[in-house]
């Protein structure tokens, strides 16, 4: 019976080229749409799994502006049960503010009785790359943290629940247990992400989202600008055209391990 | 970076399922030097044919988009690319069940087989469909879908194998260059493009969405906007997944819902046109390398799909929600749209540049044949004029114009839409100079070409009362809306005294100089080299024989020619004039043609008492003798000179008044006063475009005249023909001679009177055009063409006490008191030949005009 959290953020889809905000504040989403990052994606398929295998449930959280709403159903519509928005324009919330209002939230949960057994998030986010909320935020709670995990899953142990976390680590795959409760941060590349249902889109639609406003002015994020790097060098080998091109073609897949030798 | 050749007789611009046509249909045609690039790579560069859903339902309600696809789908099956998977259009509600009735109709009338079945007719078919949720359906076995990629791929190589053409993608277009041709017309020189520039004869902009930001580089408007369609992709659903191949069970038209479900393998596609308008301006499209999938492949918005989803479940639950199905694809999917629905094709003002832009999947293959053929012969076998690029006018030119009628008509996708339905955005653009009056006598306003036109007056509501049952009142709401008995009422005052009807929306040029008659005599079918002060009605052909348009001319000098037309078709006549001008003046100046549709507004005035009317109003002689039928000249009416020309579309005595819009208010408020003492009223356009003309068998263009029919077929043939050479002349004395020599037409122009209105509930029922006419017991009947006799126009004759309908029968039917049927929301209704020819079926000998 695992209660988790899993926190996204609404970011710009950014598989195409990366188009910068005039200002150079943010990323630009007019073509690219918004989505969460594929860390998240991956944390909320791990929530979800948690609470399937423990019969507990899965909680999604966000800070951000009115559209982020888009991105809790989303979550909603692959397992989640329940959504909290933090309402509140996110380039104005730097890593230790949204760690903070997470928190709030964790501990407001759990003293109306429902509290949040595990709290898992993305390793960073795909916009801005700070690597911090997932360290403070358990600073903050005074909790256990395991950082970069692939995949997650809960075990009883004697003296309670515990997290099974693991993932590649510089000196090979770390596997790290930690009682509960704990915070996690996921790296994506451990689980496959589940794509929507029908039926589990008409559900989300239906979800009543808890509304929250930020318990406190942010003290920002202290960007400076976003700079885009030089664009990666295109290396183009022409193998041949027509039918005369199909040898090259098939050494190249071979070398690929596409094709058995 | 790809590098393009330095010359080509012609560049298409854009390698879509109409680029790839179009350069199938020159190669075929003897076409070579053809050079075809495109900014995305090949064989799916990124445009609307990448992501379409690829499924073909044939019938429409105009005949123009219906011979179009099914000519694309003869293509398609040809190329071998076609799978016939049959369709149904489900009616939740007994008004789509009449709309699918109404549909029935134009399957009939266009030839396409189809029926109309109860829910479990479709649940045989599609086992995972819920039947309380619909009560009919009309089944279309010829439904399919087609694989436009690969299509367009085997019509360029087809191309390439012929030694015509040059392909080059990722090559962006940069520039459009033109200069002032030898007859003095801008004309195409150059694409200049990011791997080149290529000097060219002729340059096609066919590259959908994109089109308008190409045709500004040329300082010319193609008003399509680019509009989201959405579309998911729920699966694998096992009831799929267990049968072979792309399709095997029907598509699914849910119409109420404004939703599609069209299999693809395991995968069940839910497409939308229920949602808000999204539109999009071309430059905000995003490039290549911006987009995640495709530039047309726009990120979803859940937000506007959810009602539909919701709908579609309640539809297909089971299959939908069946395990382990997911939405695993979804996209805000852009195509094009324009401000009445139909496709931009055709040659634009810069000679030599030309369009073929805002076409579907669907229609995309046959679009290529007929703009090939327009370039290469002037004309194409499918008459295309309704897509014209010429017809528009200047109001309809303007982005806002294309934003607000799309966001209005996008809705109406899969609605259903009255033959007579206005728009209600974006109205008001063009104002007759006597508007406040109108609006001030009640006028219910139809739009034509921009214009605000009264077609019936509330202020003549009071005749109904003096008509009674002679205004022939509609029972049913579908045949009386967009429709009162006060247009028959208007109508019968006006053959009883007369009527005053504001013409200011006719489209009217001046043809001035030395090569003036020249020009007219090139273009008219009638003789032209006439007396000045003669006013000459005049068919237009095009090269094949086909009418281009009908018209009026008057000589008002002997180098001046005024041109009087429709307004709707008005911007294309004024076109096909200026090509023929320059053809024949080579660019030499001393010879212009002036629109002056913004200065010069025209009153009609028709009646057995027009006479009296006008005689009270001006000192000039206005009589027979004096002022004899087709002749104009100027008067003074009331203190205000005009121009007055002595003519009728509706069989009455009467004249055309061609008053400056500045003088146009002063006389219309005269010609009512004076003539109210003898019954005169204001009569709309309902009484001059169908009633009166009608009891006339007067021909309209855009129903019974277009591109596929001929002077003699409609029965408009002269005794003489003019020796001066004209377009379309051979093809003329061709068919004539093949008459001549016995030889019946394929189809002749008759008008049918209808002898029965009662309905099987009693309900008398009233067509408005686009019936089958059937024989008495419901037969099928084909003309010479292969096609089957529909409504063209349909209308009251109030002066006859008879519903008429007017339409291309077969020559062995063509015959008076013949005894056939015309099909109304599938029941039989008798009809009656009543004319084989031009004859009015009032007054055959015209004595009311005299």
Redesign the interface.
């Known amino acids: 019976m695992t209660d988790v959290l899993v926190c996204i953020k609404r970011v710009v889809d950014s598989t195409g080229e990366v188009v910068l905000t005039d200002d150079g504040q943010a990323v630009d989403g007019r073509y690219a749409g918004f989505t969460t990052s594929n860390h998240e994606e991956c944390a909320v398929e791990l929530a979800v799994q948690v609470a399937g295998a423990t019969g507990g449930q899965a909680s999604v959280l966000t800070l951000g502006d009115a559209d982020a709403v888009e991105q809790l159903r989303s979550a909603l519509a692959v397992g989640c049960t329940a959504a909290t928005h933090v309402e509140a324009d996110p380039a104005r919330f730097g890593p230790a503010d949204v760690a903070r209002e997470i928190a709030a939230v964790v501990r407001d949960h759990e003293a109306a009785g429902h509290p949040h057994d595990l709290v898992l998030l993305g390793n960073d986010a795909a916009d801005s790359g700070d690597f911090q909320v997932g360290i403070r935020l358990a600073y903050e709670l005074g909790w256990p943290v395991v950082n970069g995990v692939a995949t997650v899953r809960v075990e009883d142990a004697p003296d309670g629940q515990s997290v099974v976390a693991s993932g590649d680590g510089p000196e090979g795959h770390e596997t790290y247990r930690v009682p509960l409760p704990a915070v996690v941060t996921v790296l994506e590349g451990g689980v496959e992400p589940r794509y929507p249902t029908v039926p589990g889109r008409m559900k989300a639609k239906k979800v009543a989202i808890e509304q929250r406003t930020p318990t406190a002015e942010p003290i920002g994020p202290k960007r400076v600008r976003l700079l885009l790097p030089p664009p990666a060098p295109s290396n183009v080998q022409v193998l041949g055209k027509g039918a005369d091109a199909a040898p090259a073609v098939v050494d190249l897949l071979e070398q690929l391990g596409v094709l058995a030798r | 970076m790809a590098e393009v050749p330095a010359t080509a007789r012609v560049v298409v611009i854009g390698a879509g399922i109409v680029g790839n046509s179009l350069v199938h249909h020159l190669a075929r045609l003897g076409w070579r030097d053809i050079v075809q690039i495109d900014k995305g790579a090949l064989p799916n560069p990124g445009g609307s044919t990448g992501h379409a859903s690829n499924f073909i339902f044939p019938v429409d309600h105009s005949r123009e988009i219906t011979d179009l696809t099914l000519d694309s789908v003869r293509q398609y099956r040809e190329m071998g690319v076609f799978t016939q998977s049959g369709g149904f259009e489900l009616a939740r509600t007994p008004e789509r069940m009449e709309e699918l009735r109404r549909r029935m109709s134009s399957a009939k009338a266009w030839g396409i087989e189809s029926e109309l079945v109860s829910p479990d007719v479709v649940k045989e078919k599609v086992p995972f469909i819920e039947t309380d949720q619909f009560i009919g359906a009309f089944w279309t076995p010829s439904v399919g879908v087609v694989d436009s990629l690969r299509a367009g791929t085997i019509m360029r190589e087809q191309a390439l194998a012929a030694g015509a053409l040059t392909v080059v993608p990722t090559v962006e277009v940069v520039g459009l260059d033109t200069e002032e041709g030898a007859d003095g017309r801008r004309r195409i020189t150059r694409v200049r493009t990011s791997g080149g520039d290529i000097e060219a004869e002729h340059v096609v902009i066919a590259c959908g969405v994109w089109s308008p930001k190409i045709g500004d580089m040329a300082g010319i408007s193609i008003p399509l906007t680019p509009a989201v369609h959405q579309m998911i992709s729920?699966g694998p659903c096992p009831q799929l997944a267990e049968r072979e191949g792309e399709i095997s069970f029907p598509i699914i038209r849910d119409m109420d819902t404004f939703c599609y479900e069209r299999q693809h393998g395991a995968d069940m596609e839910v497409g939308s046109y229920a949602h808000r308008a999204i539109l999009h301006e071309p430059e905000?499209i995003?490039?290549i390398?911006?987009?995640?999938l495709s530039p047309t492949e726009?990120?979803?918005t859940?937000?506007d799909f959810?009602p539909q989803?919701?709908q579609?479940?309640e539809l297909m639950p089971e299959l939908?929600?069946a395990e382990g199905?997911?939405?695993?694809y979804a996209i805000n999917g852009l195509l094009s749209l324009t401000c009445d629905g139909n496709p931009i094709l055709g040659e634009s003002l810069v000679s030599g540049l030309w369009t073929a832009a805002a076409v579907w999947i669907k229609e995309g293959p046959g679009v290529g044949r007929a703009v090939a053929e327009w370039m290469t012969h002037g004309h194409s076998e499918i008459d295309v004029s309704a897509s014209d690029i010429a017809r528009f006018h200047p109001h309809q030119m303007r982005r806002e114009h294309t934003r607000l009628r799309t966001t209005e008509a996008f809705i109406k996708t899969y609605g259903i839409i009255h033959p007579a339905e206005q728009y209600e955005s974006d109205r008001d653009q063009r104002l007759a100079p006597m508007h406040e009056s109108e609006k001030k006598l009640g006028a219910f306003f139809y739009e034509t070409a921009g214009w605000e036109r009264p077609h019936w007056y509330e202020s003549n509501a009071g005749l109904l009362e003096v008509y009674g049952d002679a205004v022939m009142p509609r029972e049913h709401e579908w045949d009386a809306r967009w429709w009162s008995p006060i247009i028959n009422a208007e109508h019968l005052r006006m053959r009883e005294a007369a009527g005053v009807i504001d013409l200011t929306a006719f489209c009217v040029f001046d043809i001035v100089g030395p090569a003036a008659l020249e020009a007219v005599q090139r273009t008219c079918v009638a003789q032209c080299d006439v007396a000045v002060g003669k006013v000459v009605y005049t068919p237009v052909l095009d090269p094949k024989g086909g009418f281009r348009s009908d018209l009026t001319v008057m000589r008002l000098g002997e180098q001046h020619f005024r041109v009087v037309t429709g307004g709707a078709h008005g911007m294309a006549d004024r076109k096909w004039f200026g090509d023929q001008l320059a053809q024949v003046t080579g660019g030499d100046p001393a010879t212009t043609l002036t629109d002056l549709t913004s200065e010069v507004s025209t009153i009609g005035l028709w009646g057995p008492r027009a006479r009296d009317i006008l005689a009270s109003l001006t000192s000039d002689d206005v009589s027979d003798t004096g002022f004899g039928f087709l002749t104009c000249r100027e008067i003074t009416v009331g203190g205000v000179t005009v121009l007055a020309s002595r003519i009728s579309y509706v069989g009455e005595l009467g004249w055309e008044l061609y008053v400056p819009f500045g003088s146009a208010a002063e006389l219309w408020d005269k010609l009512l006063d004076a003539g109210a003492p003898h019954g005169a009223v204001p009569v709309g356009i309902g009484v001059y475009g169908t009633t009166g003309r009608i009891e006339k068998g007067y021909r309209a263009f855009g129903y019974e005249l277009d591109g596929e029919r001929t002077i003699v077929e409609a029965g408009m043939q002269r005794p003489k023909v003019k020796a001066a050479d004209f377009v379309g002349r051979e093809a003329y004395l061709r068919q004539r001679a093949l008459l001549d020599s016995g030889e019946a037409p394929a189809a002749v122009l008759c008008t049918m009177t209808v002898d029965d209105h009662t309905s099987a509930s009693g309900v008398k029922r009233y067509m408005l055009g686009g019936e089958p006419i059937l024989t008495r017991d419901g037969g099928t009947l084909t003309d010479g063409h292969g096609h089957h006799p529909y409504v063209t126009s349909a209308g009251s004759a109030p002066s006859l006490g008879k519903h008429l309908l007017m339409a291309y029968l077969p020559p062995e039917e063509a015959v008076l008191g013949n005894q056939l049927a015309v099909s109304y929301m599938e029941e039989l209704y008798p009809v009656t030949v009543a004319s084989v020819d031009a004859t009015g079926l009032l007054d055959p000998t015209n004595e009311r005009i005299r």
Do not use: C, I, T
């Not at chain 2, 390398?289 to 995640?292: G, I």
């Open positions: 729920v905000d995003p490039s390398e911006q987009a995640k726009m990120p979803f859940s937000d959810d989803l919701e579609a479940y939908l929600g199905a997911e939405m695993r």
